[in-house]
């Protein structure tokens, strides 16, 4: 793309200068950085926000492994932190699990089974009910990948959905469900207004999730990729199903970039750096009116407090390579390194030619 080197690089700060914001979902394609990313947002955010609450609804649950400290299905304070709260959850637990096993809910349970998807649409307004009674100032989601989490943004329509079958079914059936709850003897919390009370009370917490998730000054999506086809391919996917669910989206990701910097030689990195070109060009030319951070690869892993925070200044400023290809200083390196490495070959040369096996590195 001749004119990419015109375009402004983006960062999140939006996100951070966005003092409205209430939720803020992180997604993208398994295996690209989302956990990462998401954790570093979450550090951000604290540093210009009262309180931040981080939730993994990823099965995965790698929350842990980034922090190195355990995470629970309850809120935890992060080591090093005093308004940075940790939580691990699983949208798809029975109701048993959360701690709703009374005879209500079973039933409810039993019902939703009948109707697909709102059972897993049940348990996460259980959880978004949960998170809204706690006083956060802004919650920050690390989802699991894509296909899981564009079923968690269906869940406050499909149920709904649930929710005006179950109801039509009532006023079909309502009065031979309250002739059977008689004939069984049941108690009334399985009487038809109970039952139609516990639905309608689930039905205002979903809808007022639900105007929330599609607010823009209270919910954003930040998609997290890779230049490369397959993520290319997930993250345009992505962004037409958020746009399908009038979901905020204006942020773009791109980790695990190879710049061309200090003197690169490696036929293969050369090969990849032109194979991840190509696919930036395509980023910048789908998105250009995206926020587009990109992130560069590094040779370690981004675990602990500590290596989140030093690798979140690229979240804030650009990532600028430390020598430019074709600068006088970038030339000086290759040489003295070509160098280096043809004083080893001679090294190797003599020691070979007075029968001596090379060293192996």
Request: glycine share 8%; net charge negative; with cysteine.
């Amino acid at each position: 793309m001749a004119g990419q080197e015109e375009i402004p690089e983006g960062t999140i700060r939006n996100v951070l200068e966005q003092e409205s914001l209430k939720w803020v979902f992180v997604g993208g394609k398994g295996g690209v950085g989302k956990t990462t990313c998401s954790s570093i947002l979450s550090i951000l955010l604290a540093s210009v926000r009262s309180s931040v609450l981080i939730i993994s609804t990823d099965p995965a649950h790698n929350l842990s492994d980034a922090f190195q400290q355990r995470f629970t299905k309850s809120p935890t304070l992060v080591n090093g932190f005093t308004n940075l709260y940790a939580m691990e959850v699983d949208p798809t637990v029975e109701p048993e699990e959360t701690g709703s096993s009374d005879g209500m809910d079973g039933f409810l349970s039993d019902l939703a089974n009948s109707i697909p998807g709102i059972d897993e649409a049940m348990s996460f307004a259980e959880m978004l009910k949960l998170v809204q009674t706690m006083d956060y100032s802004v919650i920050v989601f690390d989802t699991a990948p894509t296909g899981h989490t564009l079923r968690l943004l269906q869940f406050p329509s499909t149920l709904e959905k649930g929710l005006a079958k179950m109801m039509t079914l009532k006023s079909k059936f309502g009065g031979l469900l309250g002739q059977m709850t008689r004939m069984f003897g049941v108690g009334e919390e399985f009487g038809e207004d109970a039952i139609l009370g516990r639905l309608e009370g689930m039905k205002e917490v979903i809808e007022q999730v639900n105007r929330q998730f599609k607010d823009p000054d209270l919910t954003t999506f930040v998609c997290v990729c890779i230049p490369e086809f397959l993520s290319l391919y997930e993250t345009e996917r992505l962004v037409q199903e958020l746009t399908k669910f009038e979901i905020d989206t204006h942020n773009i990701i791109i980790n695990q970039v190879l710049f061309d910097e200090e003197g690169v030689e490696s036929k293969l990195l050369k090969a990849r750096m032109k194979m991840q070109q190509k696919y930036l060009d395509q980023f910048y030319m789908l998105y250009d009116d995206f926020n587009i951070t990109k992130l560069p690869l590094l040779p370690q892993e981004v675990c602990g407090v500590e290596a989140l925070k030093d690798f979140s200044q690229h979240f804030l400023k650009p990532y600028k390579p430390l020598f430019i290809r074709g600068t006088l200083e970038e030339i000086e390196i290759r040489v003295s390194r070509l160098q280096e490495q043809l004083k080893e070959a001679e090294s190797e040369l003599e020691r070979a030619r007075k029968g001596k096996k090379p060293i192996n590195n």
